[in-house]
């Protein structure tokens, strides 16, 4: 295995920096520059440099570093192949239009930090004191360029490194709530290949931080319900803050979740443990403050909580696309987004259904959508069985994903929306899908174990034979 993902890299490696420049020169007015084999390189010493930093961390979790690091380099490898054919081709209108959005303002950003007038007026604007919901994408994109100059390729690769570091860390949170090795590495291999995560993560879009972050935060979360550590809580407040400044509204979705992780318990109540969760929660808020939350805070809240506000994104996503639902419905009252949920709760999680791909960009997602509704009653099973054995420990995943599903079925007004945003979701979906089809197996491997021990009586074996013989 190490020898052909090691051959795989060096040829995928040898493609991008001598192939793929005159593969991509014929697009070089759509991305109003000349790619050369040097800024190719340039972007794969930075994904070099990146993957094997998080390939250190991998690779020192104990028993099970070998297998993190084969599982991040292969996860790596496949988002690379995939963003860099989107790349030569261009492809970022056809498969994630907000690619080009991020790249345009990102390099606004960098000359804004250079000086420029106008683009400083222009960014002030567009972030609006932190209204803008992916300002930290664009310091993200901005950053790379400042780095290497302006480079598509190497801000794809940086978030392809992200995506696939997050299969390694569900692994560490599937492992610490079930000592499972199997749903643990379940789990990972779901996030790794599974193609929609893949998809998202293998382009310039912020969705593959987003979800890395996320995942972070629940694996640090987890880690302090055991035992308190400084450098668990920066490490949670720094994604905290990450997620807050990539899409801001699930930030408040995965703060509440921690937080009510650390009131609820994540083990057995003692005095000591009382302590140490209420001096994390209390350290959590204080630096989340010095960051300036609460003045994010102030602004998202006055802004973005009115149901009227909810209402005007929601008809506005499913007018203006084809593969729009619900068009009648109106979430701006209380009672109007309780009756949106059980609707927005089934396009969510199955869409899009086979009599909406109408198109080819649809059409593509069916063979993984056929695996996810066969994966459903094993999603069920797995809720099941972690409610029933471990709420405590899997509390903060579940609080999480139940707020963001319920709020999502709310103002998602298109399938297009419900099924890339559902990638934020899939991740730890997949940690219950793996439950689910361990319980199944153990129950299978029980029956098999139960036959074998106990064989046929001897009389019924001489009866059967008796009986074959006439």
């Given at each position: 295995?190490?020898?052909?993902?090691?051959?795989?890299?060096?040829?995928?490696?040898?493609?991008?920096?001598?192939?793929?420049?005159?593969?991509?020169?014929?697009?070089?007015?759509?991305?109003?520059?000349?790619?050369?084999?040097?800024?190719?390189?340039?972007?794969?010493?930075?994904?070099?440099?990146?993957?094997?930093?998080?390939?250190?961390?991998?690779?020192?979790?104990?028993?099970?570093?070998?297998?993190?690091?084969?599982?991040?380099?292969?996860?790596?490898?496949?988002?690379?192949?995939?963003?860099?054919?989107?790349?030569?081709?261009?492809?970022?209108?056809?498969?994630?239009?907000?690619?080009?959005?991020?790249?345009?303002?990102?390099t606004a950003q960098l000359a804004a930090w250079h000086g420029d007038r106008y683009f400083k007026a222009l960014m002030?604007?567009?972030?609006?004191?932190?209204?803008?919901?992916?300002?930290?994408?664009?310091?993200?994109?901005?950053?790379?360029?400042?780095?290497?100059?302006?480079?598509?390729?190497?801000?794809?690769?940086?978030?392809?490194?992200?995506?696939?570091?997050?299969?390694?860390?569900?692994?560490?949170?599937?492992?610490?709530?079930?000592?499972?090795?199997?749903?643990?590495?379940?789990?990972?291999?779901?996030?790794?290949?599974?193609?929609?995560?893949?998809?998202?993560?293998?382009q310039g879009l912020k969705d593959g931080p987003i979800v890395f972050f996320l995942a972070v935060a629940i694996l640090?979360?987890?880690?302090?319900?055991?035992?308190?550590?400084?450098?668990?809580?920066?490490?949670?407040?720094?994604?905290?803050?990450?997620?807050?400044?990539?899409?801001?509204?699930?930030?408040?979705?995965?703060?509440?979740?921690?937080?009510?992780?650390?009131?609820?318990?994540?083990?057995?109540?003692?005095?000591?443990?009382?302590?140490?969760?209420?001096?994390?929660?209390?350290?959590?808020?204080?630096?989340?403050?010095?960051?300036?939350?609460?003045?994010?805070?102030?602004?998202?809240?006055?802004?973005?909580?009115?149901?009227?506000?909810?209402?005007?994104?929601?008809?506005?996503?499913?007018?203006?696309?084809?593969?729009?639902?619900?068009?009648?419905?109106?979430?701006?009252?209380?009672?109007?987004?309780?009756?949106?949920?059980?609707?927005?709760?089934?396009?969510?999680?199955?869409?899009?259904?086979?009599?909406?791909?109408?198109?080819?960009?649809?059409?593509?997602?069916?063979?993984?959508?056929?695996?996810?509704?066969?994966?459903?009653?094993?999603?069920?099973?797995?809720?099941?069985?972690?409610?029933?054995?471990?709420?405590?420990?899997?509390?903060?995943?579940?609080?999480?994903?139940?707020?963001?599903?319920?709020?999502?079925?709310?103002?998602?007004?298109?399938?297009?929306?419900?099924?890339?945003?559902?990638?934020?979701?899939?991740?730890?979906?997949?940690?219950?899908?793996?439950?689910?089809?361990?319980?199944?197996?153990?129950?299978?491997?029980?029956?098999?174990?139960?036959?074998?021990?106990?064989?046929?009586?001897?009389?019924?074996?001489?009866?059967?034979?008796?009986?074959?013989?006439?």
């Open positions: 295995m190490n020898a052909v993902l090691t051959v795989f890299s060096l040829l995928l490696v040898a493609f991008i920096v001598l192939a793929v420049p005159t593969i991509v020169a014929p697009h070089s007015a759509e991305y109003r520059m000349v790619f050369t084999s040097f800024d190719c390189a340039k972007a794969v010493l930075l994904c070099g440099v990146l993957a094997g930093f998080a390939g250190w961390i991998f690779y020192h979790q104990r028993e099970n570093g070998s297998f993190l690091v084969k599982i991040f380099v292969a996860a790596l490898l496949i988002r690379i192949l995939l963003g860099t054919i989107i790349f030569m081709f261009d492809a970022r209108a056809f498969f994630g239009g907000d690619a080009i959005h991020y790249d345009y303002y990102g002030d604007v567009y972030i609006s004191g932190g209204l803008a919901g992916a300002w930290g994408m664009l310091y993200m994109v901005a950053g790379v360029y400042a780095l290497l100059g302006r480079n598509v390729l190497a801000v794809q690769m940086v978030v392809a490194v992200m995506g696939a570091a997050t299969a390694p860390v569900i692994y560490l949170c599937a492992a610490h709530v079930f000592k499972n090795l199997r749903v643990a590495r379940f789990s990972a291999f779901a996030v790794a290949f599974y193609p929609s995560l893949v998809l998202w993560s293998s640090m979360t987890l880690k302090l319900g055991d035992k308190f550590n400084f450098k668990y809580v920066a490490i949670l407040v720094l994604a905290l803050f990450l997620v807050l400044t990539f899409r801001f509204y699930v930030f408040y979705m995965i703060f509440a979740a921690v937080a009510g992780a650390f009131v609820i318990g994540m083990q057995k109540v003692t005095a000591t443990s009382f302590a140490r969760q209420f001096a994390i929660i209390i350290l959590m808020g204080l630096a989340l403050t010095y960051l300036g939350v609460t003045r994010y805070a102030s602004v998202h809240l006055n802004y973005y909580t009115r149901l009227e506000r909810v209402q005007q994104s929601r008809l506005d996503s499913a007018v203006s696309a084809q593969s729009g639902y619900g068009r009648e419905v109106d979430v701006s009252t209380s009672e109007g987004a309780l009756k949106t949920i059980p609707l927005g709760l089934v396009y969510l999680l199955f869409a899009p259904f086979p009599w909406q791909l109408t198109s080819l960009r649809q059409s593509i997602t069916l063979p993984e959508m056929i695996i996810w509704w066969a994966s459903f009653p094993l999603l069920i099973l797995g809720i099941w069985f972690s409610i029933k054995y471990r709420l405590r420990q899997i509390s903060p995943v579940l609080i999480f994903t139940v707020m963001l599903s319920l709020a999502y079925s709310i103002f998602q007004g298109n399938v297009g929306n419900a099924y890339r945003q559902r990638s934020q979701l899939l991740v730890f979906y997949f940690i219950f899908v793996g439950v689910g089809w361990v319980l199944l197996l153990e129950k299978r491997e029980e029956r098999k174990r139960r036959d074998l021990a106990e064989p046929e009586p001897v009389p019924a074996r001489i009866a059967a034979s008796e009986a074959s013989r006439r």
